[in-house]
């Protein structure tokens, strides 16, 4: 793995920051760090909102890769990547269909939970069926407390712990305010940790887990983004034997969704029995002055240039160099 790709040989780069989803203004954040970091490397880098002009004008424009900043829909979701093959300018993450499965946290556990990989009890619920739900029969099935989250947002947006049957239904019509499916999960009560994996194929590594401990255990968007009283712990604390165990586990949950580029993932460890649980995956994980892969990556010796740089170097394409 190069850390010291040439800046000269990377042409003209386009970093996508904003966009339209939700978590525009993260995308703005971990985007214009990105580019600060690969001007001061000598890489002929512009910024570039999709939510402010054409994706054509990349290719008229002679852009000849992109880094994908976007965060959430139309950036993260497939959207962006299935433009860029059509113009065949390479990009940084992973293709269509991994980025496509992995935005969907329903999809992603599917797959997982068909690989015999381990993932909390999960209910999908559909906004028409809110009003005739049974709280009991939900709760009975996933226990409380339980999770209620958007199946298709990130940073924490419209994600509810529910403690009481009676706040069930209030969380439901929060989540669907932001998705028309609604991931209902079993709470895992125990260590919270993250994983990045950089790579693809055989070749993916994980790098060093970072266990977060949030304020009373809350680790939403504020808490992610704008406070600095979440703690990060790297080294992560855990048994060496335990680390390498949940590293093995996302690097498994990483390769059978066809990732590529670089990704995280975030692992719930039971308390009680020690046994890891996959919760989703970001093919776009966040790159500001909060965020967890850099973090993880100066830890293992790449600081936040050389890692921007090296994403830069795996731009690729899903059917580079196919027939036709």
Same mark, same amino acid.
């Given at each position: 793995?190069?850390?010291?790709?040439?800046?000269?040989?990377?042409?003209?780069?386009?970093?996508?920051?904003?966009?339209?989803?939700?978590?525009?203004?993260?995308?703005?954040?971990?985007?214009?760090?990105?580019?600060?970091?690969?001007?001061?490397?000598?890489?002929?880098?512009?910024?570039?909102?999709?939510?402010?002009?054409?994706?054509?004008?990349?290719?008229?424009?002679?852009?000849?890769?992109?880094?994908?900043?976007?965060?959430?829909?139309?950036?993260?979701?497939?959207?962006?990547?299935?433009?860029?093959?059509?113009?065949?300018?390479?990009?940084?993450?992973?293709?269509?269909?991994?980025?496509?499965?992995?935005?969907?946290?329903?999809? !992603?556990?599917?797959?997982?939970?068909?690989?015999?990989?381990?993932?909390?009890?999960?209910?999908?619920?559909?906004?028409?069926?809110?009003?005739?739900?049974?709280?009991d029969e939900l709760i009975q099935a996933l226990g409380l407390p339980l999770i209620v989250k958007p199946a298709r947002e990130g940073s924490s947006i419209g994600v509810s712990k529910v403690q009481r049957a009676e706040d069930l239904h209030p969380a439901l019509?929060?989540?669907?305010?932001?998705?028309?499916?609604?991931?209902?999960?079993?709470?895992?009560?125990?260590?919270?940790?993250?994983?990045?994996?950089?790579?693809?194929?055989?070749?993916a590594r994980a790098l060093s887990v970072i266990r977060i401990v949030a304020p009373e255990g809350n680790y939403d968007y504020q808490n992610k983004y704008f406070t600095d009283d979440t703690q990060y712990l790297v080294p992560c604390g855990l048994p060496a034997?335990?680390?390498?165990?949940?590293?093995?586990?996302?690097?498994?949950?990483?390769?059978?969704?066809?990732?590529?580029?670089?990704?995280?993932?975030?692992?719930?460890?039971?308390?009680? !029995?020690?046994?890891?649980?996959?919760?989703?995956?970001? !093919?776009?994980?966040?790159? !500001?002055?909060?965020?967890?892969?850099?973090?993880?990556?100066?830890?293992?010796?790449?600081?936040?240039?050389?890692?921007?740089?090296?994403?830069?170097?795996?731009?690729?394409?899903?059917?580079?160099?196919?027939?036709?």
């Amino acid at each position: 793995m190069t850390h010291n790709a040439k800046p000269m040989n990377m042409g003209k780069v386009a970093v996508l920051m904003g966009g339209r989803s939700a978590e525009r203004e993260v995308s703005f954040m971990s985007g214009q760090g990105v580019l600060k970091a690969l001007l001061a490397a000598g890489v002929d880098a512009h910024a570039f909102d999709p939510a402010e002009r054409e994706l054509s004008e990349l290719k008229k424009e002679g852009f000849q890769r992109c880094f994908i900043a976007l965060h959430g829909r139309f950036g993260e979701d497939g959207t962006v990547q299935g433009a860029l093959e059509l113009m065949g300018i390479p990009y940084t993450g992973s293709g269509v269909m991994a980025s496509s499965i992995a935005m969907d946290k329903v999809m !992603t556990k599917r797959v997982w939970q068909a690989e015999g990989l381990p993932v909390p009890r999960h209910v999908l619920v559909h906004p028409a069926q809110i009003d005739s739900l049974s709280a009991d029969e939900l709760i009975q099935a996933l226990g409380l407390p339980l999770i209620v989250k958007p199946a298709r947002e990130g940073s924490s947006i419209g994600v509810s712990k529910v403690q009481r049957a009676e706040d069930l239904h209030p969380a439901l019509r929060a989540a669907a305010a932001c998705d028309h499916d609604i991931l209902c999960e079993q709470c895992i009560v125990g260590d919270e940790v993250t994983c990045p994996v950089l790579g693809a194929g055989d070749d993916a590594r994980a790098l060093s887990v970072i266990r977060i401990v949030a304020p009373e255990g809350n680790y939403d968007y504020q808490n992610k983004y704008f406070t600095d009283d979440t703690q990060y712990l790297v080294p992560c604390g855990l048994p060496a034997q335990e680390e390498a165990a949940i590293q093995a586990l996302v690097r498994q949950a990483y390769q059978v969704l066809g990732c590529r580029g670089w990704g995280r993932i975030d692992v719930m460890i039971d308390g009680a !029995t020690r046994q890891p649980y996959l919760l989703e995956i970001n !093919t776009s994980p966040g790159m !500001t002055g909060h965020s967890l892969v850099p973090m993880s990556a100066a830890a293992d010796g790449m600081p936040y240039e050389a890692l921007c740089c090296h994403l830069l170097a795996s731009a690729a394409l899903d059917y580079e160099g196919a027939a036709g």
